[in-house]
């Protein structure tokens, strides 16, 4: 069965730092490319950042200059460093990619940013 397994969240200070990562059960996750999206009760979910195939990086404009994703293929993980963190940021964060039509989701991690 393929996994994600999403892991890092947890409870920060409005500009605070946390790194999330994703790791995959199987290296094909490395030929393709990976996103982290958020989701706030009662709104839809959110791409926030992707890393193509090629290395190529997007972001939402609300992160920009704050968030960084990244990829180790040795350990078949992408990272989201976050930092600044704002209390806008609170959300469930899931790390998804598209797999021969299929997409895939981890369970989420809860980032909260509140002081």
């Known amino acids: 069965q393929v996994l994600l397994e999403e892991s890092g969240g947890g409870l920060v200070q409005p500009g605070g730092s946390l790194k999330l990562s994703c790791r995959s059960s199987t290296t094909t996750f490395n030929t393709v490319a990976m996103n982290w999206y958020r989701q706030v009760p009662g709104k839809e979910r959110e791409l926030v950042a992707k890393?193509?195939?090629?290395?190529?990086?997007e972001y939402i404009d609300s992160v920009k200059g704050r968030f960084t994703i990244s990829r180790d293929r040795a350990k078949i993980t992408v990272y989201l460093q976050m930092n600044d963190l704002r209390p806008e940021d609170t959300a469930v964060y899931y790390c998804?990619?598209?797999?021969?039509?299929?997409?895939?989701w981890g369970q989420g991690t809860q980032v909260t940013v509140s002081s």
């Open positions: 998804n990619t598209n797999l021969f039509g299929r997409e895939y």
């Open positions: 890393i193509a195939i090629g290395g190529a990086l």
